[in-house]
């Protein structure tokens, strides 16, 4: 649907395809082991510009409402353990379809299913603690990146 509708248009940039922005974050995982300076070279290699950044801690309330849609899976109170345990990276990103592009680039959930290559496939540990997060949808990421960043923060960083 969307190449149809762009075949239609004479703007060369309209045809090139849309820039948009997705959320990710680099997990406690990632952050205690060191790995977060390669995470971000691995995304920017993969096309991404980070366009905001911040580190924090999750408190056990906001990592809940973050992931409020698994509130009643068997893996939440683990979940929400260890997103609290320690620093976690959040990361306003913008490529050419950013969400789908980022969701290939991280692979599954679970790294033993992550293809070669992707990030969860080189450093995750296991299922849970899984080096990254990536929105799943253009709504979630518009929730998530208004989660961690107001509109000021993330026009005054990128212009
Ligand atoms: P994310 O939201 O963090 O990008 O991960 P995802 O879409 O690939 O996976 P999702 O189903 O949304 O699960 C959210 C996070 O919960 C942990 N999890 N643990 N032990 C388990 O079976 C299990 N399943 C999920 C992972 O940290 C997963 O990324
Ligand atoms: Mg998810």
Known sequence: MGNLARADTH?????EGEMNRTLAIVKPDAVGSGKAGKILAHLEKAGFTIKAMKMTRLTQLQAGRFYEVHRERPFFDSLLAFMTSGPCLPVVLEAEGAIPRLRETIG???????????????????KERNAIHGSDSDENA???IAFFFSDQEVLELSG
């Open 142 to 144: 518009a929730r998530e």
């Open 108 to 126: 599954a959930t679970d790294p033993v299913e992550a293809a070669p290559g992707t990030i969860r496939a080189l450093y995750a540990e296991n």
């Open 11 to 15: 703007n060369p940039e309209e045809r």
